[in-house]
């Protein structure tokens, strides 16, 4: 974290999917937004397919003083999503923030060589789970009239061209973020997302060094020279300081806002 905490979300309770991460040397984008919530005085419910890695960020949480707790959810399943509300109801009364962090890719590929099932996957996951959390947790939020929604998209929703079916379900969510704002606004509910760009996190290196036999080191020095804003990949942190921001009440009038924290990626033309 780069800078201290100030309690810019004191009271709030806030539901992070995705809390837990693919083991790497370096942070995923869950964990840090969980982090930095419960450093900033939010009460986090931890959540993640793997339950032992959300109880790992629910624990280096409440090592810091913070208070957290876990619960295993595959968000694909509505259930499982109807849960999660049920928890953060059972413990807290309501919640005031819900982050949708959840993504995966793997096995894709370009439109003319993608498979059925690697798109069906990928769509599952990044779409449609994504959006059976927002649809559970609007029963509640709409109820309180009251709550932000942070949705985690990428910079390949508008750009990129080799992995088609994680492009189009990140279009997809940022289709769905203007959607649920300008459904929900009346009732006191906002919704943005956030675009990442290359970020130096395990699920992209590790993950793409794996896939190519490559080391980390090579896969981070290329992903770097791609971005303008000082030639360096940007971490979890950038990502999780923006949904602070859009999380907290200095963000209370904005919705339907999809930001891009990229290093001037999305911009750079040619």
């Keep these: 974290m780069a ?45 993640d397919r793997i339950g032992e890695r959300a109880e790992e960020t629910a624990a280096m949480i409440a090592k810091d003083g913070g208070k957290a707790f876990a619960r295993q959810a595959d968000i694909v399943k509505e259930t499982d999503c109807v849960g999660v509300v049920a928890a953060a109801m059972e413990r807290w009364g309501g919640f005031d923030i819900l982050v949708n ?27 449609k789970g994504m959006w059976l959390m927002t649809k559970v947790a609007l029963g509640v939020l709409r109820e309180q ?37 300008q459904a929900n606004a009346k009732h006191g509910v906002r919704c943005n997302a956030i675009m990442p760009g290359l970020m130096d996190t395990p699920m992209a290196v590790a993950g793409i060094a794996q896939a190519r036999g490559e080391t ?30 859009l999380a907290s009440d200095e963000a209370k009038f904005i919705t339907g806002a999809i930001l891009p924290v990229d290093g001037g990626m999305g911009v750079r033309i040619g």
């Design 216 to 245: 980390q080191d090579r896969v981070r020095e290329r992903r770097n020279a791609q971005v303008p804003l000082g030639g360096k990949m940007g971490t979890a942190w950038d990502t999780a300081y923006a949904a602070l921001f």
């Design 145 to 181: 009239g009251s709550g932000a929604i942070v949705n985690i998209s990428s910079l390949a929703a508008v750009a990129g061209g080799v992995q088609v079916a994680y492009e189009v379900s990140k279009a997809g969510v940022n289709r769905l973020t203007t959607s649920v704002a």
């Design 101 to 127: 962090n959840v993504g995966i890719g793997g096995g894709d590929a370009p439109a003319h060589r993608a498979e059925e099932q690697a798109f069906d996957r990928i769509l599952s996951v990044n779409l």
């Design 3 to 47: 800078a201290k905490a100030i309690g810019r979300l004191e009271g709030k309770r806030a539901i992070v999917m995705g809390a837990g991460q693919t083991p790497g040397e370096t942070i995923g984008n869950g964990r840090a937004m969980a982090l930095l919530f419960a450093a900033e005085g939010a009460q986090v419910l931890c959540v």
